[in-house]
């Protein structure tokens, strides 16, 4: 199980309530500012590779305990397909919607989903995304040795 | 025979991916990721996609087999999975807090699949408990009307799952 994972969990456990809540709210506003920085990105949501939504900014409608399962499945199929082709670690999904795009990708063991307005700047989204989910690793990593120095 | 595919379903832990792991061919193609719920009590690891693999029958022909993941949240995969399918083995662990609605539960969820095609029930993990699982299972079947062939097995033994493949293979050549 990889660092972030780790961190979750640690904050999750009961005594760390309220760490959890500080991190999640944490990730809202990572996505939050990515909504500010992007006018081609619509809504965002980090879940857990297991298919669990953890934060998410996202317009009404959208249901993020059925889309968290479907970014994780698909990230999942897909990682396999590209290992088995020897195509080695999968970077990022990319579904082209004629109504606007959808990027999938890992942020470490957590997975970054994108949804973006019709016709976005494609590789300009991808920056921002990725960008991203290097930031929520980051974060997690400095989670991770905050609970190392407080245990 | 065009559709010849076969649908793994249950409970989390309840051995789908032991049991077409022992059963397929080839490796399987498996979508596996940590667990981070109370699932990781049970096991590290959990399936959110799917498995796949297949086996050759002794007329050359071959049976896909998919394992659908457990949790409900993924549901939206047993639809696309069951596309086409010939049948369901439901796989119930024995030892969880209540099999018999586990059963119902997913015979309910994949209850129109299972009334176009045909199903068996293996029960798994009796070595841990739970004697009376089969009776159990047998007599809330027959309260709901359903005749579906059931049996006992460990699906980690790559014959006896063969067997549950088979009998499902039978029912349905029966129905034909």
């Not at chain 2, 059931?150 to 699906?155: G, I, K, Q, V, W």
Request: one cysteine or more; glycine letters at 8%.
């Amino acid at each position: 199980m990889d660092l972030v994972s780790e961190i979750i969990n640690k904050v999750g456990s009961a005594s760390h309530d309220e760490g959890r809540e500080d991190r999640r709210a944490e990730c809202m506003q990572i996505l939050r500012e990515l909504l500010n920085d992007s006018d081609d990105i619509m809504a965002a949501m980090i879940t857990t590779a297991d298919g669990h939504p953890w934060a998410e900014v996202l317009p009404h409608g959208f249901d993020a305990k059925r889309f968290a399962a479907m970014s994780s499945a698909l990230i999942a199929l897909s990682s396999t397909l590209a290992r088995e082709a020897q195509k080695g670690k999968t970077m990022n999904v990319l579904i082209e919607g004629m109504e606007g795009n959808i990027y999938v990708m890992h942020a470490g063991s957590m997975v970054l989903t994108i949804f973006t307005k019709i016709k976005p700047n494609l590789g300009l989204t991808l920056a921002h995304a990725r960008r991203v989910a290097d930031q929520i690793v980051l974060r997690a990593r400095q989670a991770a040795d905050a609970v190392g120095h407080t245990a | 025979m065009d559709a010849d595919k076969i649908i793994f379903a249950g409970p989390v832990g309840s051995g789908k991916t032991t049991a077409i792991s022992c059963l397929s061919d080839i490796p399987i193609v498996s979508t596996d990721v940590d667990a981070t719920d109370e699932t990781k009590e049970r096991k590290q690891t959990t399936t959110v996609a799917m498995d796949y693999g297949f086996f050759t029958l002794e007329d050359g022909s071959y049976i896909h087999l998919y394992g659908t993941p457990g949790q409900d949240r993924f549901d939206f995969m047993w639809e696309i999975l069951s596309e086409g399918g010939l049948g369901l083995i439901l796989l119930i662990d024995a030892v969880r807090p209540d099999p018999v609605a586990d059963m119902e539960f997913y015979l309910d969820r994949f209850a129109s699949f299972v009334e176009k095609t045909g199903a068996v029930i293996g029960i798994t993990r009796t070595d841990l408990g739970n004697p009376q699982a089969y009776e159990n299972l047998q007599d809330r079947l027959m309260e709901r009307g359903q005749i579906i062939p059931m049996m006992e097995l460990d699906a980690r033994d790559g014959d006896q799952v063969r067997l549950l493949v088979q009998t499902l293979l039978a029912i349905l050549q029966a129905e034909v």
